[in-house]
């Protein structure tokens, strides 16, 4: 593998989890507009983001087993959540 390769892979597996956070953040926000917000999912979501941004940052773009075992971890996990969110498309893109 190349350089040029090894850097778009270490680029994908953070935006990937860059993706999740957005995630969590989006439900962030609307967990705190609720009246009574469940702050035991708030302080979870708060919890995950920052174990996100920290495995984010311990990726190395010279450690390419790891960026890609972050790819697949992370996009199952974004897939998942999307799926969830927006079922209506997810039949469309099998």
């Known amino acids: 593998m190349d350089i040029i390769e090894a850097t778009v892979n270490y680029e ?3 935006e990937t989890i860059t993706h999740l956070i ?3 953040v989006e439900d962030l926000e609307a ?3 609720k009246p009574d ?3 035991v999912l708030i ?4 919890a995950e983001c920052l ?3 920290h495995e984010r940052r311990a990726l190395s773009p010279s450690d390419q087993v790891a960026v890609n075992a972050a790819k697949i971890k992370f996009a199952a996990r974004v897939r998942a959540l999307l799926v969830n969110r927006y079922p209506e498309t997810s039949a469309a893109s099998r």
């Open 43 to 46: 302080d979870r979501l708060n």
């Open 22 to 24: 957005a995630i969590h």
């Open 31 to 33: 967990e705190m507009r």
């Open 51 to 53: 174990q996100l941004a």
């Open 37 to 39: 917000p469940d702050t």
């Open 12 to 14: 994908v597996a953070c």
